[in-house]
């Protein structure tokens, strides 16, 4: 048969774990994507039609923006096509695993397994590839993301933190870092957290030798409560005003709440000019109100992503670009 390989068009979407069908949602409600010759492969939605030069979809973690289609005979030849076209692939896999882990075994080595807080993410995309069987290839080297296929995993402390939302706020710090260049929090940052309790935003933020003004209705974690660099007040953080709070380096909210509410809070603190940094999970209540999103969307100086670590849920992240 020999090596035979063909330039596709459109674009193909690689869905977060068991969110495909908020990816195609997304596709069908917000992006009115055309799904003619639709083709799955796993999780991967490969829409021939999509102009890659539209707006992509929050919940694909990946998007292949040069899909090519290779047939092959052997592990080897696969390896060396993609090795003659770039260094850096991460491999989605659905079918055919360990005929992919071989051809990862060939390729130049990068950090498919779980990383340690804190990262920097690279600044180049790195390519993605799925074997469709055993001998055929989806692959592109210009992709949306600088992360694996897309994904960071963290090595989990199942002991100190009080809750498993300090996974969000990790991957949020360094995706602002990477989108906005912007250093983590440090020694002698005023952070600002509405909706702390029990404490999992906090924990990651004083870790980071931040000072943390937590606000909610209940106590944090008995640890962080008695943490020198937490200020706790038990309130409704979305009824303090920012003159209440102060300058803050970082403003936060994980609060559960209507995305409409937050949007009016982030507006509030945003005319303040008391921070110019923020993040923010808009929590979806039922169906997704795609108006409102696109008015956190329209912020000037922001991302909104979804996260690897988000359920039913978006997170916006906001830095404000230092004046010349």
Known sequence: ???????????????????KDLLLSELEQRLAADFSGRKDYG???YLPNYNPDYPLPYWSRCTMLEPRLV????????????????????????????RTNLIQEKLPHVNLKSRAFPIRIPDSPIGLYTLTDEHAMIYSAKTSSALPAGTVS????????????????????????????????KPGDRCFEAG???????????????????????????????????????HDAFTLKPEDIGDCDWVLSDVICYPERLLEWVRTWLASGRTKK???????????NWDTVAQFAAIPDSRIVHLNYNKHELTWIHVQKQSQ
């Open 1 to 19: 048969m020999g090596i035979t390989t063909e330039t596709l068009s459109g674009t193909a979407f690689l869905a977060f774990p068991e969110m």
């Open 43 to 45: 999780d991967l939605i």
């Open 71 to 98: 047939h092959f005979e052997s592990i080897g030849e696969a390896s060396t096509i993609l090795r003659g076209v770039q260094r850096s692939w991460a491999p989605y896999s659905f079918t055919a695993f360990r």
């Open 154 to 185: 963290w090595q989990e402390d199942h002991e100190n933190p009080p809750s498993r939302a300090y996974l969000k706020i990790q991957e949020s710090l360094v995706l602002a870092q990477h989108f906005f260049g912007v250093e983590l929090p």
């Open 196 to 234: 702390a309790c029990p404490g999992g935003w906090t924990w990651v933020l004083v870790n980071l030798g931040a000072d943390v003004y937590a606000v909610d209705r209940a106590e944090l974690a008995p640890s962080l409560m008695q943490n020198p660099l937490v200020k706790f007040q038990a």
């Open 278 to 288: 923020m993040i923010c999970t808009i929590k979806m209540q039922g169906g997704i």
